[in-house]
């Protein structure tokens, strides 16, 4: 079962930062949170991943609260090919002998013109 | 150019008939993912696979078998015991089995009728 819950779809318009939400309430303290996206009939394609810090790369910046219960994956200046499903997922660490991704339905995030 | 081919992208079977996806990657990777995409959902792991000529079942592996004899390679055979067999097929490779980023193929289309 996902470990996450995010909201089903969300609108945001073309320039403005998309802030797409994820609760994690029983995230363990050796578990990361990791995000993808999936743009329609492609596969999915990674974005960011974070344990207990803020983390930013050249796609998006991703929050995590100080309790690591919930986190936020912003894109700064959302375009039109950010439309997409965004998946929030929670998964121990880097090891060969990680646990698998378990994707969720994921949040369809639309940009608007 | 590195990366995870898939062959062929939309393909069309009787029921009754087994039939097997191609999945090719050049990214050297050791880890190989397949998993399956109904429409509206998220993503259900059926197989993967840490090295050559080893492979464990994922969430749905009833139905599917794989095989690995080659490190850039790992062909997924969907059988006629799988119940449900419409749907979109998806492959994924990573550096190792707990790499943060898996890199997916284009995914193939499969429609049994």
């Known amino acids: 079962d996902a470990k996450t819950t995010q909201p089903p779809s969300m609108d945001c318009a073309e320039g403005r930062a998309a802030n797409l939400p994820c609760n994690h309430s029983?995230?363990?303290?050796?578990?990361?949170v990791y995000w993808y996206r999936q743009i329609h009939s492609q596969g999915p394609q990674y974005i960011i991943h974070?344990?207990?810090n803020n983390e930013t790369n050249e796609m998006a910046s991703l929050i995590i609260t100080e309790d690591r219960k919930s986190s936020t994956l912003i894109l700064p200046h959302a375009t039109l090919r950010d439309t997409a499903v965004y998946y929030c997922i929670v998964r121990s660490g880097d090891d060969n002998y990680g646990q698998n991704f378990v994707f969720g339905p994921g949040t369809r995030l639309s940009v608007l013109p | 150019d590195g990366g995870i081919t898939q062959s062929p992208k939309y393909l069309f079977r009787k029921e009754g008939q087994n039939v097997t996806l191609s999945c090719e990657q050049n990214?050297?990777?050791?880890?190989m993912y397949w998993y399956r995409q109904d429409p509206g959902q998220g993503l259900r792991l059926i197989y993967y696979s840490q090295i050559v000529n080893d492979f464990q079942k994922g969430d749905i592996a009833e139905g599917y078998s794989v095989s690995r004899e080659k490190k850039e390679s790992f062909p997924l055979t969907v059988t006629s015991a799988q119940k449900n067999p419409t749907a979109f097929y998806l492959c994924a490779s990573s550096l190792g089995l707990g790499s943060y980023e898996q890199y997916f193929g284009p995914g193939t289309r499969l429609t049994v009728t």
């Open positions: 990214l050297n990777h050791d880890a």
């Open positions: 974070g344990l207990k």
């Open positions: 029983t995230i363990s303290g050796n578990e990361y």
